[in-house]
T-cell receptor, first 113, second 111 residues
Framework: DSGVTQTPKHLITATGQRVTLRCSPRSGDLSVYWYQQSLDQGLQFLIQYYNGEERAKGNILERFSAQQFPDLHSELNLSSLELGDSALYFCASSVGAGMETQYFGPGTRLLVL | LAKTTQPISMDSYEGQEVNITCSHN???????ITWYQQFPSQGPRFIIQ???TKVTNEVASLFIPADRKSSTLSLPRVSLSDTAVYYC????????????FGAGTRLFVKA
């Protein structure tokens, strides 16, 4: 158990819909990262927040947005969903904003039908 | 962020030592080298991190030559449960970088 929690564990929805994925980092960690992993694909970095502020941005679509709240939990919002958005979405946290060890949550498996 | 190159896949047998090499020719002075392990449908798990020479923990060893343009993850006496994807990352701790995992190396351990 990494100490990072993600909800929900599974999510099934339809194209065009909007969903919100939630992540609670390990106690004491200030950074939250979001990744997307499609079937048999590598991890695609989406975005990083550090202490409430956006720190780094990867290949995150405009239909996707995220935020980190004062209590340091984070939410990833996916809108206008397409079939290709079906993937595992991982959240990770770390103490700082740099190359510290990232602790990954169990992921949310999203299926868009 | 330095680009890394790893073999796509490797096969081994139980009990053997496995060495996975990662090339990072444009590694910067402040960059560290970090390895993660990922099992199917699970999030990656930190294995080891180093800057130069050799680092060893209870799971693996990391060998980094003097020029730091490559690194080798060594897994002693692998078992079937070591079958996973192994990722090499290179970056510094100044923050604001994009974490690039790459395709990783798929290790398959056979009985």
């Amino acid at each position: 158990d990494s100490g990072v929690t993600q909800t929900p564990k599974h999510l099934i929805t339809a194209t065009g819909q909007r969903v919100t994925l939630r992540c609670s980092p390990r106690s004491g960690d200030l950074s939250v990262y979001w990744y997307q992993q499609s079937l048999d694909q590598g991890l695609q970095f989406l975005i990083q927040y550090y202490n409430g502020e956006e720190r780094a941005k990867g290949n995150i679509l405009e239909r996707f947005s995220a935020q980190q709240f004062p209590d340091l939990h984070s939410e990833l919002n996916l809108s206008s969903l397409e079939l290709g958005d079906s993937a595992l979405y991982f959240c990770a946290s770390s103490v700082g904003a740099g190359m510290e060890t990232q602790y990954f949550g169990p992921g949310t498996r999203l299926l868009v039908l | 962020l330095a680009k890394t190159t790893q073999p796509i896949s490797m096969d081994s047998y139980e009990g053997q030592e496995v060495n996975i090499t990662c090339s990072h020719n444009n590694i910067a002075t402040n960059d560290y080298i970090t390895w993660y392990q990922q099992f199917p449908s699970q999030g990656p798990r930190f294995i080891i991190q180093g800057y130069k020479t050799k680092v060893t923990n209870e799971v693996a060893s990391l060998f980094i030559p003097a020029d730091r343009k490559s690194s080798t993850l060594s897994l002693p006496r692998v078992s079937l449960s070591d079958t996973a994807v192994y990722y090499c990352l290179v970056g510094d701790d100044t923050g604001g970088f994009k974490t690039i995992f790459g395709a990783g190396t798929r290790l398959f351990v056979k009985a």
